[in-house]
């Protein structure tokens, strides 16, 4: 992040643009030690300065802080402060910025950034700061979004990915795929500009390499956005089984507390109960349901579609077998159904109640593993096979880098999609104007990935999706 950002710096130190000064409460509201208040924009300093009693900020070097109270218009103390200053571009944001640090109240806050307000500075929009770093060249859109990511990972997995984008190594990726198809377009538009002495292209199959590859990298690329989308919203990850099977049971012993009612009375369970829950570093969102039977009961059948739904959806399908009942046909053939439909979804199948368990031993069913959720038995393998399972098959170790935002995958598949076109222009012996015509149009989807091209819409969508302050 440093070097990049030192890199950018470098480039961008001509091109800030100071756009008016915003202001937001940086911090989350609460009661606090301390909070702070991000001032941004053109004069930031000096405006600050104006409701500032100590130093003449305007006066004082970037990267200092000053001791102060902020005074409103009357002249009455809103609070004791710290300003920190950032002159521009060496700020987050790029512009001049001033950190205010004041008492952690939320009414003084509030009082505090009143008073910055009252300036004649805006109020920030959510994400307006990180925006504004985007533009001014400080990061790649890419690297924003992963702002957003961080501040919202859940788990210790999603948290290292949003590092690795934050890096830039994202953007590294996908700067290279530019660089290798401006090079594909180059080979293609010497022969345009030759065209008219005939010539053919200067290498044909060293362009089809060149594109092949690339098709191939974007592929590797793509097959990282299933682990990445697990690691970034969780595994969801679904109960299913008979009535009084033990899933709300198993529920409350994974997450360590009482979150579903359990009794003794099949049928208890009537709607699904969502729980977020770690596991070693990575996040599922475990899903209890009503156990599945036939029922004339209008509120338990609506249970009962909903469990259906939850499986359909799931990324994870937990189908338990109560172990004291004798295993019926019905229910034998109910698993191996489940089973079937599960497709390429992960299954696992668990036999509970092992402390009373039936003597005999069925056969004719294989279980995953045998459990107790009462005794505690054979639950920490349980979980260990829920990551292995979901993780199964997966691109995963928690150095590569991932894709884990479906903007991102979208704008990978249709420049994939360009390139595939072109290497059948090429195939079919088509002119270079219709290759030219696809590299192009994969250079702009990979240039939606870093931000060299944007729109209104995409911008939009990405930073409102920021807290207010970032
Ligand atoms: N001995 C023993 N009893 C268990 C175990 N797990 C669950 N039970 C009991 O089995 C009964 C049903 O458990 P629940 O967790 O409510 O079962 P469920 O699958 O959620 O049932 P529904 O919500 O009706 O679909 C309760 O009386 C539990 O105490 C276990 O590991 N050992
Ligand atoms: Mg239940």
Same mark, same amino acid.
């Given at each position: 992040?440093?070097?990049?950002?030192?890199?950018?710096?470098?480039?961008?130190?001509?091109?800030?643009?100071? !756009?008016?000064?915003?202001?937001?409460?940086?911090?989350?509201?609460g009661?606090?030690? %301390?909070?702070?208040?991000?001032?941004?924009?053109?004069d930031?300093?000096?405006?600050?300065?104006?409701?500032?009693?100590?130093?003449?900020?305007?006066q004082?070097?970037?990267?200092?802080?000053?001791?102060g109270?902020?005074?409103?218009?009357?002249?009455?103390?809103?609070?004791?402060?710290?300003?920190?200053?950032?002159?521009?571009?060496?700020? &987050?944001?790029?512009?001049?910025?001033?950190?205010?640090?004041?008492?952690?109240?939320?009414?003084?806050?509030? #009082?505090?950034?009143?008073?910055?307000?009252?300036?004649?500075?805006?109020?920030?929009?959510?994400?307006?700061?990180?925006?504004?770093?985007?533009?001014?060249?400080?990061?790649?859109?890419?690297?924003?979004?992963?702002?957003?990511?961080? %501040?919202?990972?859940?788990?210790?997995?999603?948290?290292?990915?949003a590092?690795?984008?934050?890096?830039?190594? +994202?953007?590294?990726?996908?700067?290279?795929?530019?660089?290798?198809?401006?090079?594909?377009?180059?080979?293609?538009e010497?022969?345009?500009?030759?065209?008219?002495?005939?010539?053919?292209?200067?290498?044909? =199959?060293?362009?089809?390499?060149?594109?092949?590859?690339l098709?191939?990298?974007?592929?590797? /690329?793509?097959?990282?956005? =299933?682990?990445?989308?697990?690691?970034?919203?969780?595994?969801?990850?679904?109960?299913?089984? @008979?009535?009084n099977?033990?899933?709300s049971?198993?529920?409350?012993?994974?997450?360590g507390?009482?979150?579903?009612?359990?009794? =003794?009375?099949a049928?208890?369970?009537?709607?699904?109960?969502?729980?977020?829950?770690? &596991?070693?570093?990575? !996040?599922?969102?475990?899903?209890?349901?009503?156990? /599945?039977?036939?029922?004339?009961?209008?509120? =338990? #059948?609506?249970?009962?579609?909903?469990?259906?739904?939850?499986?359909?959806?799931?990324?994870?399908?937990?189908? @338990?077998?109560? /172990?004291?009942?004798?295993?019926?046909?019905?229910? !034998?053939?109910?698993?191996?159904?489940?089973?079937?439909?599960?497709?390429?979804?992960?299954?696992?199948?668990?036999?509970?109640?092992?402390?009373?368990?039936?003597?005999?031993?069925?056969?004719?069913? !294989?279980?995953?593993?045998?459990? *107790?959720?009462?005794?505690?038995?054979?639950?920490?393998?349980?979980?260990? +096979?829920?990551?292995?399972?979901?993780?199964?098959?997966?691109? &995963?170790? *928690?150095?590569?880098?991932?894709?884990?935002?479906?903007?991102?995958?979208?704008?990978l598949?249709?420049?994939?999609?360009?390139?595939?076109?072109?290497?059948?222009?090429?195939?079919?012996?088509?002119?270079?104007?219709?290759?030219?015509?696809?590299?192009?149009?994969?250079?702009?989807?990979?240039?939606?990935?870093?931000?060299e091209?944007?729109t209104?819409?995409?911008?939009?969508?990405?930073?409102?999706?920021?807290?207010?302050?970032?």
């Open positions: 992040m440093k070097n990049q950002a030192l890199k950018n710096n470098e480039q961008q130190t001509l091109s800030i643009t100071e !756009r008016e000064p915003i202001a937001a409460i940086a911090t989350p509201v009661e606090g030690g %301390i909070a702070v208040i991000r001032v941004s924009g053109e930031a300093i000096a405006t600050v300065d104006k409701a500032f009693s100590g130093k003449d900020l305007s004082q070097d970037s990267h200092t802080v000053h001791f109270n902020i005074v409103d218009n009357e002249g009455q103390v809103v609070d004791e402060v710290l300003a920190t200053l950032f002159r521009s571009p060496k700020s &987050y944001t790029g512009e001049e910025t001033v950190e205010i640090s004041c008492h952690g109240g939320v009414l003084v806050t509030q #009082a505090v950034l009143e008073t910055v307000l009252s300036l004649g500075v805006r109020s920030a929009e959510p994400g307006e700061f990180t925006q504004r770093a985007f533009l001014n060249g400080k990061m790649e859109l890419s690297q924003a979004e992963a702002v957003a990511d961080l %501040i919202h990972a859940k788990s210790k997995k999603a948290l290292d990915a590092h690795q984008q934050l890096e830039g190594r +994202l953007g590294e990726h996908i700067k290279e795929f530019r660089q290798q198809i401006i090079d594909a377009t180059a080979m293609v010497l022969e345009l500009d030759f065209v008219e002495e005939d010539v053919e292209f200067a290498d044909k =199959e060293q362009l089809q390499e060149l594109l092949k590859e098709d191939e990298e974007i592929d590797e /690329l793509l097959a990282t956005y =299933e682990t990445g989308r697990l690691v970034k919203h969780g595994v969801r990850t679904v109960f299913i089984g @008979l009535p099977a033990g899933k049971t198993l529920l409350n012993t994974l997450v507390k009482d979150r579903a009612i359990v009794t =003794e009375i049928g208890t369970t009537r709607d699904t109960i969502d729980v977020d829950w770690s &596991y070693d570093g990575l !996040r599922f969102k475990l899903t209890d349901t009503a156990g /599945l039977r036939e029922t004339t009961d209008v509120v =338990e #059948a609506e249970g009962v579609k909903r469990s259906q739904q939850a499986f359909e959806k799931a990324d994870l399908a937990v189908y @338990l077998k109560d /172990l004291s009942r004798e295993l019926t046909a019905e229910e !034998r053939q109910d698993i191996a159904e489940f089973q079937k439909n599960a497709g390429d979804t992960p299954f696992i199948l668990i036999g509970t109640k092992k402390d009373i368990a039936k003597e005999i031993e069925d056969e004719r069913i !294989r279980y995953d593993l045998k459990i *107790s959720a009462i005794e505690g038995e054979a639950i920490d393998d349980l979980k260990k +096979l829920m990551k292995q399972r979901a993780l199964e098959n997966k691109h &995963y170790d *928690s150095s590569s880098l991932l894709v884990t935002s479906s903007r991102h995958r979208d704008a598949e249709k420049a994939q999609q360009d390139v595939k076109s072109a290497l059948q222009a090429l195939d079919r012996g088509m002119t270079g104007d219709f290759l030219s015509i696809d590299l192009r149009s994969a250079l702009k989807q990979l240039g939606t990935i870093t931000g091209i944007t209104e819409d995409i911008l939009d969508s990405i930073f409102s999706r920021f807290c207010i302050g970032k």
